[in-house]
C-alpha cells in the first residue's frame, strides 16, 4: 500500500482490531488516516453493518487513504470522513469504539468521555513512552476511563531447516505503543 505518511504495521493493526474489541455492527470514529491502513481494517472489522468515522485535517491525506482503500475493492459504503479536527470535539455519541492514531490523544480524552458509550474502548498508537506517559495520566484524571493498559508487539521470525532452527536476524521491532482504555460509570467524587 502506498503510504504518505508511517503506515501502522500488520503486527499492530491485528492488535488494535482484537485489544479494541472491533465487532461487526460496531460505531467506531477513527482520527489520523494516514495511509488508510488502519482504516482498512477497520471497515473490514465492522463489516457492512457497521460504520466507521474517519476524522483527517489534511485533505491530500484523505485522497491517498481513499485511494489505498479502494485499490484494495474494500468497499467505502459505509465510512464517512469528516475533514476537521478532533481535538476541537467529536460529533457523534453512542459510539462503540474511538481509535486514535494522533500525536495528542489526551487532547481527544473529554471529547472521548461524552461519545463513548459506558463499555466503550479507547485505543491509542504513539511513537514514544512519554507520549503514552501523557496519555495515561489524562484519562487516569478522568472519572470514567478505567482498565487502562499499555504494550508494544515485537514480531520475531524463525527460520526453520533441515537441521537448523533458529531466529532470523531481522525482526519487526519497535513499531509504537497501543494504550486501551475502557468507559465505565463515573467514579463518584471524594466530596459526594
Known amino acids: 500500500m502506498p ?10 493493526l491485528g492488535i488494535i482490531l482484537t485489544y479494541g474489541d472491533i465487532f461487526p455492527g460496531a460505531k ?8 488508510g491502513a488502519l482504516t482498512l481494517s477497520l471497515l473490514r472489522a465492522v463489516g457492512d453493518k457497521g460504520k466507521v468515522v474517519a476524522y ?23 465510512l464517512e470522513i469528516k475533514a476537521q479536527d478532533i481535538y476541537e470535539g467529536i460529533d457523534e455519541h453512542d459510539l462503540d469504539r474511538i481509535i486514535l492514531d494522533l500525536p495528542s490523544p489526551w487532547l481527544v480524552i473529554p471529547h472521548a ?18 507520549q503514552v506517559y501523557e496519555l495515561h495520566e489524562s484519562l487516569k484524571n478522568t472519572r470514567s ?9 515485537l514480531l520475531r521470525p524463525w527460520s526453520i531447516g533441515n537441521r537448523s ?7 519487526v521491532a519497535h513499531t509504537g505503543f497501543i494504550t486501551t482504555a475502557r468507559k465505565c460509570d463515573p467514579r463518584p467524587n471524594k466530596d459526594e
Do not use: W
Open 165 to 171: 532452527v533458529r531466529p532470523q536476524h531481522r525482526m
Open 56 to 78: 483527517e485535517i489534511k485533505e491530500e491525506i484523505i485522497a491517498k487513504a481513499i485511494a489505498s482503500i479502494e485499490s484494495m475493492s474494500q468497499s467505502t459504503d459505509n
Open 3 to 12: 503510504h504518505p505518511t508511517q503506515v501502522i504495521y500488520p503486527k499492530d
Open 28 to 35: 467506531v470514529v477513527e482520527a489520523g488516516m494516514g495511509s
Open 145 to 153: 476511563f478505567e482498565m487502562m493498559d499499555s504494550f508494544e508487539i
Open 113 to 130: 468521555e461524552k461519545s463513548l458509550l459506558n463499555g466503550g474502548v479507547l485505543v491509542s498508537f504513539l511513537p514514544t513512552i512519554f
